[in-house]
Each structure stands twice: as structure tokens, then as C-alpha cells.
T-cell receptor, first 112, second 114 residues
Framework: DADVTQTPRNRITKTGKRIMLECSQTKGHDRMYWYRQDPGLGLRLIYYSFDVKDINKGEISDGYSVSRQAQAKFSLSLESAIPNQTALYFC???????????FGPGTRLTVL | AQSVTQLDSQVPVFEEAPVELRCNYSSSVSVYLFWYVQYPNQGLQLLLKYLSGSTLVKGINGFEAEFNKSQTSFHLRKPSVHISDTAEYFCAVSRVSGNTPLVFGKGTRLSVIA
């Protein structure tokens, strides 16, 4: 079984809809991250959490919110989706020691 | 704060030729360095990492990278590429101390031509 899972893997939605992307991990890591990937822009950090009670904004947090429900679960929400949020979204986890990150398979989100 | 520059956005290379993907970083403190690979329609996986010790680091699939502190570089190399190496490659940097996430470069797309 995969160590970092993301649901759904693909989602098409309409402008203005609320969307939640979910991430679960079995690696036992305290640290979790949400990134979006756009062609030519690489990976950009949206939010990160270093433990259950810690939430931090990343480079591009506007229009997004997160919830850390447990050590193993970290959800990303788009309160009112817009077309420029169409992207590939990745969840990742890491240990405290070296910050090496382990990625989920990604969620492809299309906002029409 | 740390930053990463991948000097080439796209690198085309013929099969069995050598390749070098360039990465420079900026940091005022000691760092850990990583290369990740993303194959088409997949997530990112770790290719190799530099934490300490030998500056020449070997990774999976025949790749290696050399940490050069004076030039603040961490270039990725492979002596002979295969079609299956076609992918996007990301360089990333992390502070040795301090609670800050990895900082990624914008990626280099390697296309291996038969």
C-alpha cells in the first residue's frame, strides 16, 4: 500500500464550488505539506503543518484553507473554486531530522 | 531564506549520451540538498540527497550529483541516458537547522531522443 495517499485523484468542478482534497499518510511523520504544480512554475507551497496544532501559510495560500485532523490526515479546501486554481496538487510528508519529503500521487483538479 | 535556481528549463539529449542538469542554490547557512524526479503522470520520488560527508552522491538509476560549496551548486549527472530517463527533475534545498520547508527549483524537463 502507498505511504501517502490522496483523494480524489481527479476532479472536475465548476467555478464557485467548494472543494476538499484529502491526504492520508502511514509513514508516522509529523510534518505535512500541500503543493500545487503548474507547467513552468514548478512546485509552489500552499500550506504546511509541522504537527497537529501547527498550521503555516506557504507561498500561495490565498484562496485555500487547510485542516490537520490528526497526525495522519491533512486536508486542503478551496472555499470557492476559480479557473486559475486548475492545477496538479500534491501532498507530502517529512521527518523532522532531514526534511526529506515523500509525495503522494497527486490530484488533478480542473475548475471550469 | 534559501532559494534554488535550475539553470535550464528543458534539456534535450540523445540516447546513450551524457547529461548534466544544473542547480545552484543560495543560503547563508548550511543546507541539505535533494534531487527529485517526476516521470510522466506520476508523483515525485527522491533521486538522491546530500546530507553531509562525501560531496559526490550516488542515487538511483545511475544518477549522481556533486555538492560544491564554494560554487553553491549541486549539479546532477548521468554518463549515459536512456529513453526511460525522460522526466522532469527538481532540485531542492533545506536548512540544516531551523524549521523551514524544502525550497524547490522550477524544474528541468529532460527529453531523451532515440
Amino acid at each position: 500500500d502507498a505511504d501517502v495517499t490522496q483523494t480524489p485523484r481527479n476532479r472536475i468542478t465548476k467555478t464557485g464550488k467548494r472543494i476538499m482534497l484529502e491526504c492520508s499518510q502511514t509513514k508516522g511523520h509529523d510534518r505535512m505539506y500541500w503543493y500545487r504544480q503548474d507547467p513552468g512554475l514548478g512546485l509552489r507551497l500552499i500550506y504546511y503543518s509541522f504537527d497537529v496544532k501547527d498550521i503555516n501559510k506557504g507561498e500561495i495560500s490565498d484562496g485555500y484553507s487547510v485542516s490537520r485532523q490528526a497526525q495522519a490526515k491533512f486536508s486542503l479546501s478551496l472555499e470557492s473554486a476559480i479557473p486559475n486554481q486548475t492545477a496538479l496538487y500534491f501532498c507530502a510528508t517529512s521527518e523532522v531530522s532531514y526534511n526529506e519529503q515523500f509525495f503522494g500521487p497527486g490530484t488533478r483538479l480542473t475548475v471550469l | 531564506a534559501q532559494s534554488v535556481t535550475q539553470l535550464d528549463s528543458q534539456v534535450p539529449v540523445f540516447e546513450e549520451a551524457p547529461v548534466e542538469l544544473r542547480c545552484n542554490y543560495s543560503s547563508s547557512v548550511s543546507v541539505y540538498l535533494f534531487w527529485y524526479v517526476q516521470y510522466p503522470n506520476q508523483g515525485l520520488q527522491l533521486l538522491l540527497k546530500y546530507l553531509s560527508g562525501s560531496t559526490l552522491v550516488k542515487g538511483i538509476n545511475g544518477f549522481e550529483a556533486e555538492f560544491n560549496k564554494s560554487q553553491t551548486s549541486f549539479h546532477l549527472r548521468k554518463p549515459s541516458v536512456h529513453i526511460s530517463d525522460t522526466a522532469e527533475y527538481f532540485c531542492a534545498v533545506s536548512r540544516v537547522s531551523g524549521n523551514t520547508p524544502l525550497v524547490f527549483g522550477k524544474g528541468t524537463r529532460l527529453s531523451v531522443i532515440a
